[in-house]
């Protein structure tokens, strides 16, 4: 978790834009939806392909943060990358795709890439996991010097996918060679999907305190914020608007009031259409959860 000169007044509350017709764009959606943050992918999320951003469109990008004063912006990574792949050319084209993204958000200023660490797909857990560590190895060694980090987003563990337990992504970390160079992303949905229960005020303080003994605060630099379709410990990946699921208003209440992350980019992922409204009544819905 960075360090802050002064404590925020309330907590950095945004969504994932769009960035078609250009990453500026996003910015200006979220100025609209009433964004302090947002989060972006920095080219297609299922194209493997891409075209360079030219220096018009990060100039583009660059003035859209000054226009609209939203000048903390993080990035996810493509859905179809694998970087625990037991198939060899599958995890060597998600490395190259995962490095072709940390360039483009070095040249946008983005501080943080968020990315799922990768499946097994049967190799089990222990390979799976030095499997990932080895992807992330050859990134930093691709990508020395660069500002911007890469963020292990807490799963939900569906199929086989890792970094559902704490435990997990903290060998993660400690299995590369450059373990300062990384930073966690933590997803209410997916927490709560993978058995942790952030409902009461009992079990939130459980799950962060378990966070921090495993794996670090420091180390926490962004948010999800979902509610769950599915129950506790389902270990399914589905998104719902805060306070109309399995979470429901109580764990948001809890968060929106911790002022350790108060400052951290906090952004939604539920489902939305094209004019963003949904995106309006869930940041209402958290701002009202905010005690005087």
Known sequence: MAKKTSTPRR??????????????KALFQGQDAGC?????FTKSSRQWASKPLSEEEIGRFHAAKHATGITTVVAHDS???NFAAPDEALRKKSVAGLIDEMHRCEVLGIPYLIAHPGAHVGSGEALGIATIARSIDEM?????????????????GQGSNL??????????????QAPERLRVCFDTEHAFAAGYDLRTQDGYERTFAEFDETIGLDLLVAFHINDAKKDLGCRVDRHEHIGQGFLGLDAFRLLMNDQRFWGLP?????????????DRENLATLRGLLEP
Not at 11 to 22: E, R
Not at 163 to 176: E, K, L, N, P, S
């Open 36 to 40: 302090d943050t947002i989060q972006i």
């Open 266 to 278: 906090m952004c939604l992922e539920t489902p939305k259409s094209a004019d963003c409204h949904e």
């Open 11 to 24: 907590p950095m509350l945004g969504s994932h834009m769009s960035i078609a017709g250009g990453v500026d």
């Open 79 to 81: 859905y179809l990358y």
């Open 140 to 156: 930093h060694k691709a990508c020395a010097g660069f500002i911007t980090k890469l963020a292990l987003e807490i799963t939900a």
């Open 163 to 176: 970094g559902y337990r704490f435990h997990q992504v903290q060998h993660m970390i400690d299995a590369t």
